[in-house]
């Protein structure tokens, strides 16, 4: 497999990043090349910089507005030659025009089995609605909120007695294996979005 480079956007504390450091960057092929925050003080920048890999902050207040910030951003993100961007825990909505320019070439992970729970807060969705099974979700991003195709499912049970953190932890544990491996599946090629429905995705065994 030739290089696959990855830019991974994040807004607080990297540890889906730093499961992706752990398991995927330098093996395989796949490197991650940069990773961009909206926050100056985020935790994934200093677990970026132990790596040795590329940071570069993109604060809100510095730009005229979300779609100049997204170019600037977008602009940064070209510039590392980055086949996927990865959002893992960046809390911003991505503009339109950011969309468009990385279609196809953006992931997110969603600590639910969407389309059920979408949006915030998705584990107080979760217990809210009495569910007995929550999950995790990887998808491509599109110009909706947690709307893009899914390429990765997995089930959580929800701990007896609804525990919020028993039921975290048991995501977070999830996620840190479901993400890399999503990931790695993109970099293998093993996955396409069909061209007749792009809301289909298959993955290649």
Sequence with gaps: MSDFRIVVLASGGGTNLQAILDTLHGRGGIEVVGVGSDKPGARALERAAAAAVETAVFPRTDYADR??????MADWIESRGADLVVLAGYMQLLSDGFIGRFRNRVVNIHP?????????????????????????????????????????????????????EELEAAIHAVEHELYPQAIRMIAEGRVRIDADDPRVVAIDD
């Design 67 to 72: 779609a100049a910030r997204d170019a600037a």
């Design 112 to 164: 639910a089995l969407l389309p059920s729970f979408p949006g915030l807060d998705a584990i107080g969705q979760a217990l809210a609605a009495g569910v007995h099974v929550t999950g995790v979700t990887v998808h491509f991003v599109d110009e909706g909120v947690d709307t893009g195709p899914p390429l990765a499912r997995r089930q959580v049970p929800v701990p007896a007695g609804g525990d919020r």
